[in-house]
Nanobody, 127 residues
Framework: QVQVVESGGGLVQAGGSLRLSCVASERTLSIYAMGWFRQVPGKEREFVAAISRSGIKTYYADSVKGRFTISRDNAKNTVYLQMNSLKPEDTAVYYC????????????????????WGQGTQVTVSS
């Protein structure tokens, strides 16, 4: 069973940037489609971005489109979330998730379809 660990969170001013990393324990990260989600207290977990296991297909929530970029390096078992032009409303705990994917270009924004989750990393954007 794959384990994923997020890192890279922190405190940043509005307009700044952060890059989150998600490292997987398995050497076969390439079989997993990956996603990033976020959650604030009292609210449901929210989809942020997803990437197919091939890395060719990506999908973003409207709220982050044009500001965030998801990418992956299967050789390093790592998925990234580059976050630019951060806003206070981006403040949340960010989670990485993995889903075994039969199809190379399949992605999903449905949290319920992801099988493995990390513990999360806090991102705080000050105004």
């Amino acid at each position: 069973q794959v384990q994923v660990v997020e890192s890279g969170g922190g405190l940043v001013q509005a307009g700044g940037s952060l890059r989150l990393s998600c490292v997987a324990s398995e050497r076969t990260l390439s079989i997993y489609a990956m996603g990033w989600f976020r959650q604030v207290p009292g609210k449901e977990r929210e989809f942020v971005a997803a990437i197919s296991r091939s890395g060719i297909k990506t999908y973003y929530a409207d709220s982050v489109k044009g500001r965030f970029t998801i990418s992956r390096d299967n050789a390093k078992n790592t998925v990234y979330l580059q976050m630019n032009s951060l806003k206070p409303e981006d403040t949340a705990v960010y989670y990485c998730a993995a889903k075994v994917s039969i199809f190379a270009d399949s992605i999903t924004y449905n949290a319920g379809q992801y099988e493995h989750w990390g513990q999360g990393t806090q991102v705080t954007v000050s105004s």
